[in-house]
């Protein structure tokens, strides 16, 4: 809530700045692999742009108990960014631009797994409420550099409708892993064991984005 707050008023104030200029400002919808995206962009001359955005999503999985499975998992995806962009467009012929800014990013991996099985150990019978349960939390750098390239200039042109699209990553570092273990499975919740996780996911250190939508220009 806070985060849609913060774009609220910031997208807000954009606006109002400049208000004398409106034929100067445009908005955008998009959807993208950071989820719902919605963007004010201000133009400065027919080659530079800068916009503010912010974009969420949110998707939770359940596995359920499967055959041949030892346990179930259950997984919550929070994507929460706001961005602010340059836009530069080298060629006065086309809509063809360059982007690059930061990124807030708050997004938030959390991955729990429940036994579903019951385990012999020395003798003793273990039930799946004595073997517990591990989690998996990871984070990210919260001030990530992007680069892009993409296509739609929302500020050219006469009022209305345009199409917007762009590709690029931003670079948010290597996971931060962070484990919870409980019952038997409490050691597996180790230093040791987060380092190997975090080796494990240390290609995950740029984010890719693709968004498509539409623009307004006012």
Same mark, same amino acid.
């Given at each position: 809530?806070?985060?849609?707050?913060?774009?609220?008023?910031?997208?807000?104030? /954009?606006? #109002?700045? $400049?208000?004398? @200029?409106?034929?100067? =400002?445009?908005?955008? *919808? &998009?959807?993208?692999?950071?989820?719902?995206?919605?963007?004010?962009?201000?133009?400065?001359?027919?080659?530079?742009? /800068?916009? #503010?955005? $912010?974009?969420? @999503?949110?998707?939770? =999985?359940?596995?359920? *108990? &499967?055959?041949?499975?030892?346990?179930?998992?259950?997984?919550?995806?929070?994507?929460?960014?706001?961005?602010?962009?340059?836009?530069?467009?080298?060629?006065?012929?086309?809509?063809?631009?360059?982007?690059?800014?930061?990124?807030?990013?708050?997004?938030?991996?959390?991955?729990?797994?429940?036994?579903?099985?019951?385990?012999?150990?020395?003798?003793?019978?273990?039930?799946?409420?004595?073997?517990?349960?591990?989690?998996?939390?990871?984070?990210?750098?919260?001030?990530?550099?992007?680069?892009?390239?993409?296509?739609?200039?929302?500020?050219?042109?006469?009022?209305?409708?345009?199409?917007?699209?762009?590709?690029?990553?931003?670079?948010?570092?290597?996971?931060?892993?962070?484990?919870?273990?409980?019952?038997?499975?409490?050691?597996?919740?180790?230093?040791?064991?987060?380092?190997?996780?975090?080796?494990?996911?240390?290609?995950?250190?740029?984010?890719?984005?693709?968004?498509?939508?539409?623009?307004?220009?006012?």
């Amino acid at each position: 809530m806070k985060i849609k707050q913060a774009v609220a008023t910031l997208c807000t104030l /954009l606006l #109002l700045s $400049g208000n004398l @200029f409106a034929q100067d =400002y445009a908005a955008s *919808v &998009k959807l993208s692999t950071l989820g719902v995206n919605v963007e004010v962009y201000r133009s400065f001359g027919p080659s530079f742009n /800068l916009r #503010l955005g $912010g974009s969420m @999503f949110s998707y939770t =999985y359940q596995s359920g *108990v &499967k055959q041949g499975e030892d346990y179930e998992m259950n997984a919550k995806l929070d994507l929460s960014s706001v961005a602010l962009l340059g836009d530069w467009y080298p060629f006065e012929s086309t809509s063809l631009h360059v982007t690059g800014g930061a990124v807030v990013n708050l997004n938030k991996p959390v991955v729990t797994a429940i036994p579903t099985i019951t385990k012999t150990i020395g003798g003793d019978v273990y039930n799946k409420d004595n073997l517990g349960t591990i989690g998996i939390d990871l984070s990210f750098n919260k001030v990530a550099p992007y680069i892009g390239i993409g296509i739609g200039n929302p500020t050219a042109g006469d009022k209305g409708l345009g199409f917007v699209m762009d590709i690029g990553a931003y670079y948010q570092g290597p996971p931060k892993v962070s484990m919870k273990a409980t019952g038997l499975l409490a050691p597996s919740a180790s230093p040791e064991q987060e380092a190997i996780v975090a080796t494990n996911l240390d290609w995950f250190k740029f984010y890719p984005v693709v968004s498509l939508g539409l623009s307004y220009k006012f």
